[in-house]
C-alpha cells in the first residue's frame, strides 16, 4: 500500500526559509508526477509545486515561483520542496501527492494518494 511521509515543517520567521521532504513507499510504477499541495485553515487546498517523476519538469503556483523549488531523488522515492523568502501568507499545512493519469499537475482531483500533512507557520 502506498504511503506517503512529509517532514520539514515547522515555524519560521518571515523571510526565512523551510525545506519540506515526502518520501513514498510502495510507490505505484504508474506514478506520472508527485506534488505538494497545501491548505490554510477555512482555506481549499491548493496547488503548490509538482514534478514529473520520469522526466522532472516542473510547474509551480504563482504565488511561489522564484521562491519554492521542488526536486526529486528517484533513489530514494523522495521529493523536496525548498521554500525560501517565507512570508505569512505561507502558513498552512503542506502535503504531498501523487499522480497516476497524465492530467494538470495542477488539479487536486488528479492525485490519489496523499500524505497527512505538515505543519509551515511564518511569523511575522
Known amino acids: 500500500q502506498t504511503q506517503l511521509v512529509e517532514s520539514g515543517g515547522g515555524s519560521v520567521q518571515a523571510g526565512g526559509s523551510l525545506k519540506l521532504s515526502c518520501k513514498a513507499t510502495a510507490r505505484p510504477l504508474s506514478t506520472y508526477a508527485m506534488g505538494w499541495f497545501r491548505q490554510a485553515p477555512g482555506k481549499e487546498r491548493e496547488f503548490v509545486a509538482a514534478i514529473i517523476w520520469s522526466g522532472g519538469a516542473t510547474d509551480y503556483a504563482d504565488s511561489v515561483k522564484g521562491r519554492f523549488t521542488i526536486s526529486r531523488d528517484i533513489i530514494m522515492n523522495t521529493i523536496f520542496l525548498q521554500m525560501n523568502a517565507l512570508n505569512p501568507e505561507d502558513t498552512a499545512v503542506y502535503y504531498c501527492?501523487?499522480?497516476?493519469?497524465?492530467?494538470?499537475?495542477?488539479?487536486?482531483?488528479?492525485?490519489?494518494?496523499w500524505g497527512q500533512g505538515t505543519q509551515v507557520t511564518v511569523f511575522s
Open positions: 501527492a501523487i499522480s497516476t493519469t497524465r492530467g494538470p499537475m495542477g488539479r487536486v482531483s488528479e492525485y490519489k494518494h
